[in-house]
């Protein structure tokens, strides 16, 4: 009888009390055994994992991420590896796990990462999660798995709340200087250079991101997997550092690579509203047409969860709401442009 497939979740944890179980939980019933290896919990959760049923082991930090994965896949010996962090869960598509791991090959989850702000947003990310034995990581922190092996996409989605202001609070040092070493060591990657402007953006400094995004858009070449998201969090975050015309600029110069983007449409719809409050003489006639016609082009679209780094809503609801809002703008703007020609 042919052998079967030993799957294994694989964890590095640090006080992850307030959500260990729920991960451990919803990863339980799709893999034949769990690793936790813990690097100086103090909160009790290498208890929490055991009780969960998981192969607790403990590490002294190493100060490295690729250390401690590297590490726990060693204790793992499995023949594919699930790695999760602690403050993600299985949404759905656990059940494919097994199908899925007959071929040789690295699978990439879509982990949707929840965000601050309007409720419901989220951003999906296609991350490389599913490791055949003996794949090992490289990297200080924004680890990559090493191998020639391809990669494809298997429909397990992931849930994640590590962005939400409670629990970013806690890492707000930890990834900068560890991404600053890694680009002594390789200057001008361009990966390493996205990873660090999205820390200084989501940590709130937004100038540092688009110093950082700007490089990252030089050194980036049009296939790798992330510019769809370099691209589109640059406009952002040039658009509320008011530099609005370089974003202009950079969506104009970046359409023809992603026409079919209701993130950047929606972006852009953003961009051109803020100049209609900045330039208001040419408000009513110029920038809210043209962002009614931005955000109407997202809903034409739809939804494109396969786009690296998208937010859900820019191709539905978040689009309907900011094409409603321009469009009674508008027409209040047209009514008060009658009203003094009225009066004059």
Known sequence: MPHEAVIAAVLIVRDEARCVARCLDSIRPHVDKMVVLDTGSTDGTPLLAARCGAEVHHLAWPNDFSAARNHALDLAQADWNLVLDADEWIVSGGDQLRRWCRTPRLGQLCVHSAMEGTEGAERRNWLTRLLPRGVRYQG????????????????????????????????????????????????????????????????????????????????????????????????????????TDAALALADAEMVHYPGSPDLFFVLGNLLHDRARTDPARALDQWLPLAIGSWERCLEIGERPELEGSMHGCGSHLARHNLDAARTRMALLSAQQTLSRLVA
Do not use: F, M
């Open 140 to 243: 200080r922190v924004h680890e990559q798995p090493v191998s020639r092996l391809p990669r494809a996409r298997i429909a397990l989605h992931i849930g994640h709340d590590g962005y939400l202001a409670g629990q970013l609070a806690r890492k707000r040092d930890r990834n900068a200087p560890l991404l600053l070493r890694d680009l002594a060591d390789r200057p001008g990657d361009s990966y390493l250079l996205y990873q660090l402007a999205k820390d200084a953006e989501i940590h709130g400094d937004l100038a540092t991101a688009c110093i950082h995004y700007a490089a990252a858009l030089q050194a980036t070449p049009p296939e790798a997997n992330w510019r769809h998201a370099l691209v589109v969090r640059q406009l952002h975050c040039l658009g509320k550092t008011d530099r």
